[in-house]
């Protein structure tokens, strides 16, 4: 983390890929307080050029609502902190004589809504030509217009961007075919992340189908995407389209709540995606019926490189997850499993336990309260009554002491299973 104090020499949270001297110079890169920068005000001096600082680094801060040390900056404090560091260099020029000061790249993770919107604008403008140039590593915007979104695109430096994250927008096709072309331009780009791109084969219009087309023909100019994330969009019966117009295979692929068809599943195991997949999201697609042997399917195919898997709210009973556990179990290097909201019984719960004792990579496991917790339950019970009805706390309390008993006497006491879905980060791709 990055703690920015004035009078003290900056850090950057991570130092991959500094340059701290020249190329050819023999000495060590000199310490950050040696540099000539000061993070009250972070800006360059006119230091002798072979200790001059040329990149500070301070991607990979916390997101706004994670624990985190309270003297370190989130993602929105870092945002507004360089925004206003590279205006004010602009708007301050300089008068001093001597040679001009050493171009820094000041590499950042931007977050913009509404309200920073205009004075990250104006600091994007400011640092062309500026002895700070922004690199903005990963976007992400929230509620923004769709010409606000453009115009921040036609600012970032496509050299430098690896994800664009605009799920907190309701674009929907029309809007995002306007914004996708844009998107584009980021040969580089790695991660991208979308919701609401409804493209149901089962409800179409014309509008809607020469979206969705121009869409595809879109996506099919990234040549560098690992990371596709889709939440809440239609795409019954359209996987293929999508996934096929893409040019290498995902490693991370989100597809939470997209109300996949059994072909949807079927059509993903056989694609070349599957044996490259590293994480995997169905959560809020029913596996319950007929989705579920199209599932196995695409477990068995991922079960090489899987190494996280969400499956909250996919109506998995004890009958769906004995069913699945000898495909599960294949899945060797799995580290994540989210099970939350499917109507488990602590005897389903068991027996997940025992089973996965092969896995030895398993490190989390996020479970559902089991259903022998909850009084007078509905059968099948609604994910939605899973999520709010009330549990008897005594009977769970027994069943978290069967659990970690079970997990001890397995020697897996490092396991965490847990209901809290909310305490732990979910796993980015980038880290896996």
């Known amino acids: 983390m990055c703690s920015l104090q004035p009078g003290l020499a900056a850090r950057a949270p991570q130092h991959r890929e500094h340059a701290g001297c020249d190329p050819g110079a023999d000495s060590p890169a000199p310490h950050p307080r040696d540099r000539g920068w000061h993070t009250a005000s972070l800006q360059p001096t006119r230091a002798p050029r072979k200790h001059a600082l040329r990149v500070l680094d301070m991607t990979g801060l916390l997101d706004d609502g994670v624990e985190q040390d309270p003297g370190t900056m989130s ?10 560091t590279c205006i004010a260099q602009q708007q301050g020029g300089t008068a001093d004589p001597g040679p001009a000061p050493i171009p820094v790249e000041v590499r950042v993770d931007l977050r913009v809504n509404r309200a920073s919107y205009s004075f990250l604008r104006e600091a994007l403008r400011s640092s062309v030509g500026s002895p700070l140039r922004l690199c903005c590593r990963d976007l992400r915007a929230e509620d923004l217009p769709m010409r606000n979104t453009v115009a921040l695109l036609q600012l970032l430096d496509a050299g430098c ?25 980021f040969q580089h780009l790695a991660s991208l992340r979308l919701h609401y791109v409804h493209g149901d084969s ?12 121009y869409f595809l023909a879109q996506m099919g100019r990234f040549t560098c995407l690992r990371e596709l994330s889709m939440g809440s969009s239609l795409l019954s019966g359209r996987l293929d389209q999508l996934l096929s117009t893409l040019q290498s295979p995902l490693e991370s692929l989100e597809l939470a709540f997209c109300a996949l068809l059994p072909e949807d599943l079927r059509f993903l195991a056989r694609s070349p995606h599957a044996v490259h997949l590293k994480k995997l999201d169905l959560s809020g697609n029913d596996l319950s019926g007929s989705q579920l042997e199209p599932f196995q399917g695409l477990l068995q195919a991922a079960a090489a490189t899987l190494l996280h898997l969400e499956l909250t709210e996919c109506q998995l009973a004890d009958t769906q997850l004995l069913a699945t556990l000898p495909v599960l179990t294949r899945c060797t290097s799995l580290r994540y499993l989210g099970l939350y909201g499917n109507p488990l019984s602590m005897a389903g719960l068991k027996e997940l336990l025992r089973d996965s004792v092969v896995q030895a990579e398993l ?25 709010e009805a009330s549990i008897n706390e005594e009977k769970f309390a027994r ?3 069967e659990l970690h008993q079970l997990l001890l006497a397995s020697g897996r006491a490092h396991v965490l299973w847990t209901t809290d879905i909310y305490g732990r980060l979910a796993a980015d791709y980038f880290s896996l």
């Open 161 to 185: 961007l690896r994800r664009v994250d605009l799920r907190f927008n309701n674009l929907g096709l029309r809007g995002l075919s306007v914004i996708i072309p844009h998107v584009a331009r």
């Open 202 to 213: 089962r409800q179409p219009s014309v509008d809607g189908e020469d979206n969705f087309r």
């Open 399 to 401: 069943v978290e002491a």
């Open 75 to 84: 993602m929105w404090d870092c945002t507004a902190a360089v925004a206003r």
């Open 363 to 387: 490190r989390t496991v996020v479970h559902p309260f089991p259903v022998d917790c909850y009084e007078g339950l509905p059968w099948p019970p609604p994910a939605s009554v899973l999520l």
